[in-house]
C-alpha cells in the first residue's frame, strides 16, 4: 500500500497516540533519580521511545538527557559497502518538553480532548503533535516496504523550552546527522533564525525604612517563562490605608480597559493582573501583564525608593515596547528585520527584583553588540544584567538544495504557492544540528497556538503534517537523493 495511504488508515492511532503523550504533563522540574529533567518529561520520553519499539524502529536512549528512533535501512548500490558509521543521518528534530499550561483554559490542558476536530492541550503544536506526525510518517514508509537510502532520525529533545542541555549532552554523545529539519516553527520553510539572549536584570533592594510612607511590597511575582509573553503578575501590598490605591485601580482600569483586580485579606492588599500569553518571538500577538502591573504601578505611592526605582527604570526603558528601541538595543537589519524584546517573568525575592527577559536579535548583529545598547540604561538605574543565556542566528540561502526541496513538497501537498520561505525570531533545534532548518508545523494564515491557552492541532493539518513529513523523507533519505 502506499505510504499515504497508510498515514489515512492510522488517523484514529494517531489521534490516540498525540492524546495519550498530552495527558503526559512534560514540564521541566527537578532531577528525580535518573530523569535529569524531572518525572513528566522522563515520562514523555520513555513514551515515545516504547512505541518506537513496539514499531520495529531502533530506540536509543542517551542517559536519559535525549535519545532518538532510527528507521535504519540499507545502503544499495554503490554505497553498498560502506560501513554504517560512513551512511549519512537525516535527522527530524523534535521536543518533547512543554511550557507550564498557564491560565484561563477552556479545555483540560493535559487532556488531549477531541472536539470539533481539534485536539487540544499542551504541546499539540509545540511540539508533542509533529513529533507524532514525524514518528507515523516514518511508520508509514517503513509498512509500505520504503528502505531508506540514509539512516533517519527521529530525534527526541527533553529541554528545549528551557536550556538545551539535553541536545547539548546528546549530541556530545550520538553522531552529528548530516541534515534534517525541526517541525518547530512556520511553513513554507525557515531559512534563517534571529540570535537569542535570556538573562536576568537584577536591582539590589534594601530594606524598607519604617518611617517612610507609601505602600510596602510584601510579594511580587508574574510570568511563567521566559519565552513567553507573561499572562499572570500579582502583588501583595501593606499600608495604613488602601483607599487611594484601589481608587486609582479603578481609575486605571477605566482608562485602559486592562484586566487588573484587588482583593482586601487582612492587613495585605493583593493585586492581580490577567494579559494574554503568546510566544516569546511574538509578543505583539500578546499582551504582557508585567508592564501592565509596572504602569499600574507608576501610580501608586511605594515605601521603598529603590523598588520606585525600578518602576521608573521599567516604564521609561522598556514599558510596552517590543523591539528595545528605548533601551538602546533597537537594532535592524535587511534580512531579518527589527529585533524583539519580550519580558517573561519578575519576581521580588530575598533583597532582589529580578526581571528575566528575552530577546531575538537580527542575524547580521552579535550579543556584545546588543547588551552594549543597553549598557548606559542599566547602570544609570544600578541594575546588573546577569545569567546570560546566548543562542547565535543561523542563516541559510534560500537557493539551498534542501531548502528548495522542502518548499517544493509543501508546495505540492498544500497548492499555496505563494508563500515564501522566512526568517524567523523563534529559536529551534535547527540551531544546534548542521544543515538544519525549521519546517513546519504551523501553516500560513493559520493562529500561533504555541504557549498560548487552549493550545489546538487540527486532525485536518496533523494528518497533512505526516504526509508531508513522509514525503520528506522520501525524497531527502530515499536511494535518488
Not at 525549521?438 to 504526509?467: C, D, R, S, W
Request: net charge negative.
Amino acid at each position: 500500500m502506499n505510504y499515504l495511504d497508510l498515514i489515512e488508515k492510522n488517523q484514529d492511532e494517531m489521534i490516540r497516540t498525540l492524546q495519550e503523550l498530552i495527558s503526559i504533563k512534560s514540564v521541566i522540574s527537578a532531577r528525580e533519580g535518573d530523569a535529569p529533567f524531572g518525572a513528566g518529561i522522563q515520562e514523555a520520553f520513555e513514551y515515545m521511545l516504547k512505541r518506537g519499539t513496539e514499531e520495529g524502529f531502533q530506540a536509543v536512549n542517551i542517559d536519559n538527557y535525549g535519545g532518538h528512533i532510527e528507521f535504519a535501512g540499507r545502503p544499495s548500490g554503490p554505497k553498498a559497502a560502506a560501513s554504517e558509521a560512513d551512511r549519512d543521518i537525516m535527522a527530524i528534530a523534535v521536543h518533547l518538553d512543554v511550557v507550564p499550561e498557564g491560565t484561563g483554559w477552556g479545555f483540560p490542558p493535559y487532556g488531549g480532548e477531541l472536539s470539533e476536530g481539534r485536539i487540544y492541550g499542551r504541546g499539540s503544536i509545540d511540539d508533542k503533535g509533529p513529533a507524532v506526525a514525524a514518528f507515523y510518517a516514518m511508520k508509514a514508509l517503513k509498512d509500505s516496504g520504503f528502505v531508506p537510502e540514509k539512516r533517519v532520525r527521529l530525534i527526541l529533545g527533553l529541554d528545549e523550552e528551557t536550556n538545551w542541555k539535553g541536545m547539548e549532552y546528546y549530541l556530545q554523545k550520538a553522531e552529528m546527522p548530516s541534515f534534517g529539519f525541526t517541525p518547530d516553527c512556520n511553513f513554507p520553510a525557515v531559512y534563517a533564525e534571529k540570535g537569542v539572549l535570556t538573562f536576568d536584570l537584577v536591582k539590589k533592594i534594601g530594606k524598607t525604612h519604617s518611617k517612610a510612607k507609601g505602600a510596602v511590597i510584601d510579594s511580587l511575582v508574574g510570568g511563567n517563562a521566559p519565552n513567553s509573553v507573561a499572562d499572570i503578575a500579582k502583588i501583595v501590598l501593606i499600608a495604613d490605608s488602601y483607599q487611594k490605591t484601589i481608587d486609582k485601580l479603578c481609575e486605571f482600569k477605566k482608562e485602559t480597559g486592562y484586566s487588573i483586580d484587588a482583593r482586601l485579606n487582612g492587613i495585605y492588599l493583593e493585586i492581580t493582573v490577567h494579559g494574554v500569553s503568546s510566544h516569546g518571538a511574538r509578543p505583539a500577538e500578546g499582551l504582557n501583564a508585567i508592564s501592565i502591573l509596572m504602569k499600574f504601578l507608576s501610580h501608586v505611592e511605594l515605601a521603598n525608593d529603590e523598588i520606585g526605582c525600578f518602576v521608573d527604570f521599567y516604564n521609561t526603558y522598556i514599558g510596552f515596547e517590543l523591539d528595545g528601541t528605548s533601551l538602546g538595543c533597537g537594532f535592524t537589519d535587511e534580512p531579518s528585520g527589527k529585533l524583539i524584546l519580550n519580558v517573561g517573568m519578575i519576581k521580588l525575592d530575598k533583597g532582589k527584583l529580578t526581571l528575566t527577559v528575552n530577546i531575538r536579535y537580527p542575524v547580521t548583529f552579535d550579543d556584545e553588540k546588543v547588551y552594549g545598547g543597553m549598557t548606559p540604561a542599566l547602570r544609570k538605574y544600578g541594575i546588573e544584567l546577569v545569567g546570560r543565556k546566548h543562542q547565535k542566528p543561523i542563516y541559510l540561502s534560500k537557493e539551498d538544495k534542501m531548502v528548495a526541496a522542502l518548499i517544493d513538497i509543501y508546495r505540492k501537498h498544500t497548492g499555496d504557492t505563494d508563500s515564501e520561505p522566512m526568517v524567523t525570531g523563534c529559536t529551534t533545534y535547527a540551531r544546534a544540528i548542521r544543515n538544519s532548518i525549521a519546517f513546519g508545523a504551523v501553516f500560513p494564515g493559520e493562529p500561533e497556538l504555541g504557549h498560548q491557552k487552549n493550545e489546538y492541532i487540527t486532525v485536518k493539518n496533523l494528518m497533512l503534517l505526516a504526509k508531508i513529513f513522509a514525503e520528506a523523507i522520501y525524497v531527502l533519505a530515499g536511494p535518488e537523493a
